[in-house]
């Protein structure tokens, strides 16, 4: 996100052609409340999921593990580091298919801006599902 928001400074001309060519490309309305997600809730910072709809409950409750950028008084990722955590599944987006994707929500303002943007860790994810009844 940062190379692209760096080219589209410097090259202004190509935004209008380079911002319409994907139609994943998702446009956020700002809002007063906070970011809304898919099942009509303001996202929690750090605990918000987004992932593919028509495999995981929307709602459901999730813990995961992977890792997180440490960022310096320079704004530069200077390492990661491994964590875990319990998130909700809040979001989906159209970039997020099949079982293998999971977007955190980072929030608002620069860190959360560093964080989601070079954001490509692998991790793991269980839901938590309830344990059918025995009939």
Request: glycine share 10%; net charge positive; proline share 4%.
């Amino acid at each position: 996100m940062q190379s692209v928001k760096a080219y589209l400074k410097d090259h202004p001309e190509d935004k209008d052609r380079i911002l319409n060519y994907n139609e994943s490309y998702v446009f956020f309305e700002k809002v007063d409340k906070g970011a809304l997600g898919n099942i009509e809730v303001i996202l929690t910072p750090g605990r918000s999921i987004a992932v593919d709809y028509r495999l995981f409950p929307k709602g459901g409750l999730a813990f995961i593990t992977t890792q997180k950028p440490e960022i310096d008084q320079s704004d530069r990722i200077t390492e990661w580091k491994r964590f875990s955590r319990f998130v909700v599944n809040q979001d989906t987006g159209g970039a997020i298919r099949g079982p293998g994707r999971v977007d955190l929500f980072w929030g608002n303002g620069k860190i959360a801006e560093i964080a989601a943007g070079a954001m490509q860790q692998y991790g793991e994810m269980c839901f938590l599902v309830k344990k059918p009844s025995k009939n």
